[in-house]
Nanobody, 114 residues
Framework: QVQLVESGGGLVQAGGSLRLSCAASGSIFGITIMGWYRQAPGNQRELVAVITRGGRTNYADSVKGRFTISGDNAKNTVYLQMSSLKPEDTAVYYC????????WGQGTQVTVSS
């Protein structure tokens, strides 16, 4: 079964940057949307950014201008470049890919210290 493997999380000071990566362990045919979501303790999982097969992007208002999503459909990989990080960005970040089936990563912790 195909799995999504995330990497790039960690601890960073406020104002710093991190780049998250998510790659599928095998081929996923017909991906229509790739995205990143996050969940902070006590909160529901929320959308951070998505990118369609055609390259259209959408961002949560809280990250606009600071985060950039990009994807490589051929490699079944999606990235999230995060800049100007804030303590409120602290959360577990999950990637998601939507094709005929839905795939989720296991999550990677991002901690931003003040």
């Amino acid at each position: 079964q195909v799995q999504l493997v995330e990497s790039g999380g960690g601890l960073v000071q406020a104002g710093g940057s991190l780049r998250l990566s998510c790659a599928a362990s095998g081929s996923i045919f017909g991906i229509t949307i790739m995205g990143w979501y996050r969940q902070a303790p006590g909160n529901q999982r929320e959308l951070v950014a998505v990118i369609t097969r055609g390259g259209r992007t959408n961002y949560a208002d809280s990250v606009k201008g600071r985060f950039t999503i990009s994807g490589d459909n051929a490699k079944n990989t999606v990235y999230l470049q995060m800049s100007s990080l804030k303590p409120e960005d602290t959360a577990v970040y999950y990637c998601r890919m939507l094709a005929i089936n839905e795939y989720w990563g296991q999550g990677t912790q991002v901690t931003v210290s003040s």
